[in-house]
């Protein structure tokens, strides 16, 4: 049995041009990161199935199909409306991309168990006013506690930080924005340093990204 890892939302590249995906795979980033995080904490037995892709296309296939070079990634086609999408008002987003996944559980891919998670996920993300927030790190220093917020939209992702000391906030500010995608934000808050005087976030490879003493 393998645990379902990652949950995506994207369009058929035989029917879509690659702008047109990659914009719609950032705008849905927010939603399938909120549930990779909410059914990272389950042991979920999801089969063979590690990642689960759900395609929207003009003319969907019933059920869903695995994929050739990656025998634990399984794709589940969605109907798509392109001119739907196109004439979506702000904030109409989000149930149109919960629909998306909703059809893709009824696909019939043997994941009933992380299935089930998954539309928990969903119950939890429209509880939350569709939010995608999170406390990425805190650390404390004697008197001193650093914490790195994250919020990811359709729009961007944001990391926040706070200091404080005692019941004083030192440090109150957004120190870093990015298109809504794990690969522009995550290696770049590798490492979180808070000291007495002294906060500091490092990318993966050492560069720093924010330090400031106080």
Known sequence: MTK????????????YPIKCQ??????A????????RRIASHVINSSHISILCIEG?????????????NASSAVVQVYFSQSEYDALAAGAEHEFFINMVQMGLRCGAPIKTAGDAIRSALDDFRKSGYLNTWNHKSK???RTRGTLHCKMTPNEFSLHLTV????????????????????FFKH???????EDDR????????????????
């Open 4 to 15: 379902l890892k990652k949950v995506s939302l994207r369009l058929d590249e035989a029917n």
């Open 22 to 27: 990659s914009y719609f795979c950032f705008r």
């Open 29 to 36: 980033r927010y939603l399938c990161n909120f549930i990779e």
């Open 57 to 69: 296309t003009p003319e969907p296939y019933t059920g869903y199909r695995m994929v050739p070079e």
């Open 140 to 142: 404390k220093a004697s």
């Open 164 to 183: 404080a000391r005692g019941s004083e906030i030192i440090i109150d500010e957004t120190v870093l924005k990015t298109p809504p995608d794990e690969i």
């Open 188 to 194: 770049r808050m590798a490492k979180f340093v808070v």
């Open 199 to 214: 906060v500091a976030i490092y990318e993966k490879h050492g560069r720093t990204l924010y330090e400031r003493s106080f």
